[in-house]
């Protein structure tokens, strides 16, 4: 079964009226279970808005959005999937394990249960021993690793990453894309990430979704074989710059082709 | 800030093993020194300086003086006192209440806030007091509900304002999170805007508690019960009495920053359970 089902889907922010943008156009894009999808393009093609589309945090123009052969709505109400945005959104009152505690909260899990579950989350992206911590007390890369962990709580069919370590410095960046794949191999879990650089998505990805901006739309889908798990040799292999170049020139053929 | 009686917490509250924590030297107890000694030499000067240029005691009695009336007339400042207080604590709790709940429920509805806080603050900005003598006229002279109205009202307007700020300025990423997880909307006001509101509400209480000690006293000038501080106060005062007028202000004034030193402690207590602290965000 498709995790994700987008057909020709438009998206346009005040339409008919006067500051009217084509967000998104004819966009068409099917995702396997288990897969890691990356959306890749400059600011304003319209990846973030794509993610939140399959999200439910905003509507289609027009098209359809399925996400488990589900509307979107249905699907969030049914907690099928996990978001981490850029800035970690942790609730600075809250520890960390009762930031982690938070989506099983909501749904009414009983205390014990989503105690043990959010320690089994913390200890996933290692971090069991900050779980009596305050978010302010942990470096950036730390508070991400906690949003991670709280998007995991449920295990959700899809996880949806919007520029999760765009915030973080390029060392704690790689080695949070090791830990984040490695959780990948762990659960299973379908991923689409959100990125605007070329070398992550590459890295991370089975498919990466290149996008180009005025209006939003796929200019390709680049399949990348490189063999997981991946790791630094991964980094430094022929077939990896490869892969980067073929990528870049496809963006900037989009570019050139938009002018 | 544009709205008068807002006041935007701020973050202050450290714990010793946070990280990015810092000490604004020395202890509490050593920052508590020059404060006191300014104190000391300020009455210590009043009090040589009406001993040297032998100033009459009925322009401006020594602090010794006032010290010396305030125990011989103990009893009556104390009871008229105590009568200031229960309207300042029933005003209080009013319109405190008042004020949180409007917030809560007015901030349900953004075009309603929209409309209500800017009315709000300018009905704050004016001298609120000045509803004394008809409040005497609606509710009675020296019935208690003509100050504790009076009271209510004057605290109403910054517990409301700083509420409502508190509770619509949540981060957008924080309720899109919440969205997310199919949160209902009772859980997003329990789980993030009554928390976020909750520094607002302390600094609006900080407001309010000095505010109702200068509405219950002022609205006591307009008429009152005998036993009643703003009215022990006006009449010794025309009787020029002074020193006892003195030793009156001196216990409206000790009522004052009681109200204000308790609100502090609650607010320290509840940060304990939890703490707030504007996050750190790299790359922000």
Not at chain 1, 48 to 73: E, F, H, M, Q
Not at chain 1, 151 to 166: C, N, R, S, V
Not at chain 2, 43 to 66: D, G, H, N, R, Y
């Amino acid at each position: 079964m498709i995790v994700v089902d987008i057909r020709s889907v438009d998206k346009t922010f005040n339409a008919g009226r006067t500051g009217e943008v084509t967000a998104l156009t004819g966009i068409d894009l099917a995702i396997e279970p288990g897969e890691f999808v990356t959306l890749l393009g400059p600011s304003g093609c319209g990846k973030s808005t794509l993610l939140r589309l399959i999200g439910d945090l905003a509507a289609p123009t027009s098209g359809t959005v399925a996400v488990n052969g589900k509307p979107p709505g249905r699907a969030r109400r049914d907690r099928d999937y996990g978001m981490v945005f850029q800035a970690p959104t942790l609730f600075d009152w809250r520890t960390v394990i009762r930031n982690v505690v938070l989506p099983l909260e909501l749904a009414g899990r009983s205390r014990s249960e989503a105690q043990a579950k959010a320690l089994e989350m913390l200890e996933l992206v290692g971090l069991r021993e900050f779980a009596g911590h305050h978010p302010w007390q942990l470096s950036g890369g730390m508070q991400q690793r906690v949003a991670i962990a709280r998007a995991l709580t449920f295990e959700p069919a899809l996880l949806l990453m919007d520029e999760p370590l765009g915030a973080l410095d390029e060392m704690t960046r790689e080695k949070l894309q090791g830990e984040l794949l490695r959780i990948w191999s762990e659960t299973g879990t379908t991923v689409v990430f959100v990125t605007h650089s070329i070398s992550e998505a590459v890295f991370l990805s089975n498919r990466v979704v290149v996008m180009s901006a005025r209006p939003g739309r796929i200019v390709g889908i680049v399949p990348v074989e490189l063999p997981y798990p991946r790791d630094i040799n991964t980094r430094e292999a022929p077939a990896y710059f490869a892969k980067v170049t073929e990528v870049r020139e496809l963006l900037r053929g989009s570019e050139v082709a938009s002018r | 800030m544009t709205d008068p009686g807002f006041v935007a917490p701020r973050s202050r509250f450290s714990r010793p093993q946070g990280d990015r924590t810092r000490s604004w030297g020395g202890n509490r107890a050593t920052r508590l020194v020059p404060p006191l000694l300014v104190a000391v030499g300020v009455l210590a000067l009043w009090e040589l300086t009406i001993t040297v240029f032998q100033i009459q005691e009925f322009l401006l009695p020594k602090p010794s003086t006032i010290v010396s009336t305030l125990f011989a007339e103990l009893g009556v400042i104390l009871r008229a006192a105590a009568f200031t207080l229960r309207s300042v604590l029933g005003g209080l709790l009013l319109g405190a209440g008042a004020g949180f709940l409007v917030a809560l429920t007015t901030s349900r509805f953004s075009y309603v806030t929209e409309a209500s806080v800017p009315l709000a603050a300018a009905i704050n900005s004016t001298p609120i007091v000045a509803l004394a003598p008809i409040a005497n006229q609606w509710f009675g002279i020296t019935d208690p509900l003509s100050k504790i109205f009076v009271v209510a009202v004057i605290v109403f307007f910054p517990v409301m304002i700083n509420v409502t700020k508190g509770l619509i300025s949540v981060e957008p990423s924080q309720l899109e999170l919440l969205r997310s997880y199919a949160a209902s909307p009772r859980q997003v006001v329990f789980k993030a805007r009554l928390p976020n509101a909750l520094p607002y509400l302390f600094n609006g209480l900080k407001v309010a508690a000095s505010l109702s000690v200068i509405a219950a006293v002022v609205a006591e000038y307009f008429g009152g019960p005998r036993e009643a501080l703003g009215v022990y106060i006006s009449q010794q005062a025309a009787l020029f009495h002074f020193a006892e007028a003195w030793a009156a202000i001196v216990v409206a004034s000790a009522i004052g920053l009681a109200l204000f030193g308790f609100v502090t402690l609650a607010e320290r207590l509840v940060m304990l359970v939890m703490p707030w602290q504007v996050a750190f965000r790299e790359g922000e």
